[in-house]
């Protein structure tokens, strides 16, 4: 089959899926109480994509070339028996199978998502300090129980990534103790810039720690080494410790934008299709498909958008754009 490419000659490999726009987290720098609080207005359950609609758009998005497709949400966790979504997209052929979430809830999930078919996970984690990690969820949820979680994963046979996002005050001191706990464990840590998108006002470029100062502070401490990228589209820069005790990543997606290798599509919780992190406006899905469409016709629908992609946010980003109201992290995930 002819590969699926956009204006700038990027396939569509990745396919990132909201299952919900709820979380049980309140992270002031995502979903702020202010914003998410008692009468917040959520999605009701029939504006969501049901599982079986997600696995239908989801295989024609197989068919199109999508090899990876990661579950996020809001939480993803706490969208009621996710498993079984897990269960229908793992029946797809050819896919591996991610998910994105805060792992709060992994300790009781683990082993049903591995025994459905999950092959890895990405825990959200800032911070290993547990009155910053309170501070920050806003919840007051302890950290230990999300490195419990790791651990649930881990024992249950699923490869884990960890993932920290860097807001200069907010946790920035605790980069090196992130940077010790995973250190050995084979769990990759991968550190991210604070990015302006969703509930960011006021969002400026000094609270952006750069990809550049987190490996200078872990260096300092111990010795890394560059790894050169496994793959053109690779998000992370990776760096090995000198002595053996695995790989950290950084993710410079303000400082050193990479919008080039860009090979993602983002399908909301209400099945719109979004070609770019920072793009508002998602192009409907969920109507063509309770309306009948045939598998054809909804692949032409995702190839002519494809085909017309033309989104390089982060490379264009300036003073002006980074002003501008964007999608809500907790409604595309990331
Ligand atoms: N609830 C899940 C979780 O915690 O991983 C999935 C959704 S959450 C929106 C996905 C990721 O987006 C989290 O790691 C969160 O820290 C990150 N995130 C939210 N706002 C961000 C921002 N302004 N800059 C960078 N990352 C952000």
């Given at each position: ?325 964007k999608v809500e992290m907790s409604y595309i995930g990331g």
């Open positions: 089959m002819e590969p699926l490419l956009d204006t700038f000659g990027r396939p569509l490999e990745t396919l990132r899926i909201s299952v919900t726009d709820r979380c049980n987290f309140r992270c002031v720098y995502c979903m702020p109480k202010e914003v998410y609080g008692r009468d917040h207005q959520f999605l009701e359950r029939k504006e969501l994509l049901s599982f079986e609609e997600i696995a239908r758009v989801t295989s024609v998005f197989a068919r199109l070339g999508v090899r990876t497709v990661r579950i996020t949400g809001g939480e993803p966790l706490v969208r009621r028996n996710v498993e079984h979504l897990v269960e229908l997209l793992h029946a797809i052929p050819g896919i591996e199978l991610a998910m994105t979430t805060n792992g709060a809830l992994l300790p009781q999930k683990a082993e049903a998502l591995v025994e459905a078919g999950l092959d890895r996970v990405t825990v959200s984690l800032d911070s290993v300090d547990d009155a910053t990690f309170r501070a920050l969820n806003d919840v007051d949820f302890p950290v230990q129980k999300v490195l419990d979680g790791i651990d649930a994963a881990a024992a249950a046979g699923l490869r884990v990534k960890v993932n920290a996002v860097v807001k200069r005050g907010a946790n920035d001191d605790g980069i090196v103790a992130l940077a010790d706990r995973f250190r050995g464990t084979g769990h990759t840590l991968r550190f991210i810039e604070y990015m302006d998108v969703g509930h960011t006002n006021g969002w400026r470029l000094d609270d952006v720690v750069s990809s550049d100062e987190i490996v200078a502070m872990i260096g300092a401490v111990h010795p890394l080494d560059p790894v050169p990228p496994a793959r053109p589209d690779e998000t992370a820069r990776r760096y090995r410790y000198r002595d053996g005790a695995g790989e950290i990543g950084v993710i410079a997606s303000v400082t050193q934008p990479f919008c080039g290798g860009c090979s993602r599509a983002r399908l909301s919780a209400e099945g719109r299709l979004h070609t770019c992190l920072f793009a508002l406006k998602g192009h409907d899905l969920r109507a063509p498909l309770r309306l009948g469409a045939s598998d054809d016709e909804l692949a032409d629908g995702i190839r002519n958008i494809w085909r017309r992609r033309t989104d390089r946010y982060s490379e264009l980003r300036t003073a002006k754009t980074s002003g501008l109201h």
